[in-house]
């Protein structure tokens, strides 16, 4: 049964992975849920109170990543909050219209679109915003997964 018990945790962080490409996962959720199977299924003991402040810290950090990614990416190219809401929602929206694809494509196009249609921007100014938008998302998914991936392994020392 701990084979399996490890299977799950495994998977439930997996899953976290999985998030920084389908943004509509939960990722750092899954994380969390993986240290209460953890929890119930072995012990609680070892997970201290310095564990879960490292670990609030760096879901912290996870927030602020993202959110200053997007932000910074959108705003270095001449971008307006309209595109920041454009490059959300086109996030968001993009891999259930165009799968895999729409994961890239689907911030560029809502930060075009929302530049055009909310700025009347010229053309090439609103790609070059929506290129900046591409880069903050990738930019803040790599950030995102090494702080992720920091949280694995701070619960592995602590556990082990």
């Known amino acids: 049964m701990t084979i399996l018990y490890w299977i799950i945790i495994a998977a439930l962080f ?3 992975f999985i998030g920084l490409i389908y943004p509509i996962i939960p990722s750092v959720l899954f994380i969390y849920i993986g240290f209460f199977v953890y929890g119930f299924l072995f ?3 070892s997970m201290t109170l310095s564990f879960w402040i490292i670990e609030i810290l760096l879901t912290s950090l996870l927030f602020l990543a993202d959110y200053a990614s997007n932000l910074f990416g959108v705003k270095k190219y001449g971008g307006s909050k309209a595109a920041i809401w454009g490059s959300t929602f086109g996030l968001l929206l993009g891999p259930f219209v165009i799968p895999f694809l729409g994961i ?4 560029f196009i809502g930060a075009v679109g929302a530049e055009l249609v909310f700025h009347r921007k010229p053309i090439k100014e ?4 929506g290129v ?11 950030m995102k997964g090494v702080i992720q991936a920091a949280m694995i392994i701070i619960f592995l020392v602590y556990i082990l």
Do not use: N, Q
């Open 132 to 142: 900046g938008s591409l880069l903050g998302f990738l930019g803040g998914a790599l």
């Open 126 to 129: 609103a790609v070059k915003v």
């Open 43 to 45: 012990e609680f003991g």
């Open 104 to 107: 890239i494509l689907g911030p």
């Open 14 to 16: 997996l899953i976290a």
